[in-house]
């Protein structure tokens, strides 16, 4: 049905756009869990001061970032806590990645993929297909994969891969190019939940935007 419109390439949002998911970064219980994970990993550090830690260093690097919309990687902050509160020998790196994992899982309310967005999905399975997501590789890749989302697409670009978030154009420019489609916008849709983040930054490049509730209308797939 995309091939009617005369659409060559879709780029979709992950998350509220494909996944429905529901996360508190914020609760004491999931520090509390990630903390006594951790004492087993030999990192001694309560969950008050891994949530006062983690969070200040996420704003230091946001702060020090020369992007106007910067990003982290997780995985280097984790990393940075456990080396400092080891009480023995660590490999700081591998348990950085690993703690992000156990932080994500203890965070998770809820994530179930939305039926309609995977029959959308289905309705363009013969033109090129990506992700761009304001995601963390290091758990959000795996989330895909979990689903049964990530193998319908051409490739997936996460903002913890480049430094810097949407609606930053040059994410859009990059899967343009990575598409073919850098000199034919006009013929990628973006499809999303936020208008800043993914519908006004892709008419900004002359691309073609529309609202995920708006696509699962348009197709028969409202709820």
Known sequence: MFESCQIKGVIFDCYQTLIDIDTDEHSHETYKTVSRWLAYQGVVVKPEKLKDSYMLKVKERMDESPETYPE??????????????????????RLGVDTSRVFRAASIRKLLPFPQSIKLIEHCINIPKCIISNGQRVFSELELRYLG?????????????????????????????RMGLEFQPKCVMSVGDSYENELLPARKLGMRAMDIEEAWEKFGLKK
């Open 72 to 93: 982290v990687r997780v995985e280097e902050v984790f990393a940075e806590i456990c080396g400092e509160n080891a009480v023995w020998r660590i490999n700081e790196k």
């Open 149 to 177: 989302l990530y193998d319908y697409f051409d490739f997936v670009i996460f903002s913890s891969d480049v430094g810097y978030k949407k609606p930053d154009l040059r994410l859009f420019m990059t899967a343009l190019k």
